[in-house]
């Protein structure tokens, strides 16, 4: 991992966007974490790190271990199917 001021990565960004490919680069503004680079390499690995930042996915998440605890879950094989199109109630329905 590299740790680079804002005003260095400004000045060489294509640099660093080439040096996070490699490892994160965390970007400091007054002595401070500010930011992170991070390479992706498809639009999958950046879907999942921008749910992963998520406040509203986190929240869906919480709720849903919480249902699962109380046993309001649905079985895997049923949750799939339901994903796929399949029989039974939909999604977001």
Do not use: Q
């Not at 994160?24 to 498809?42: C, H, M, Q, R, W």
């Not at 998520?54 to 199917?81: A, Q």
């Amino acid at each position: 991992m590299t740790i680079a001021s804002l005003a260095e990565v400004k000045d060489r960004f294509s640099a660093y966007i080439e040096a996070c490919k490699a490892s994160p680069i965390v970007v400091t503004k007054n002595g401070k974490a500010a930011a992170v680079l991070v390479s992706v390499s498809d639009d999958d690995e950046l879907e999942s790190i921008l749910l992963a930042c998520s406040p509203r996915f986190k929240r869906l998440l919480e709720r849903s271990n919480r249902e699962i605890d109380r046993g309001e879950g649905i079985p895997h094989d049923e949750f799939w199917k339901r994903a796929k199109g399949g029989e039974g109630d939909s999604f977001g329905a």
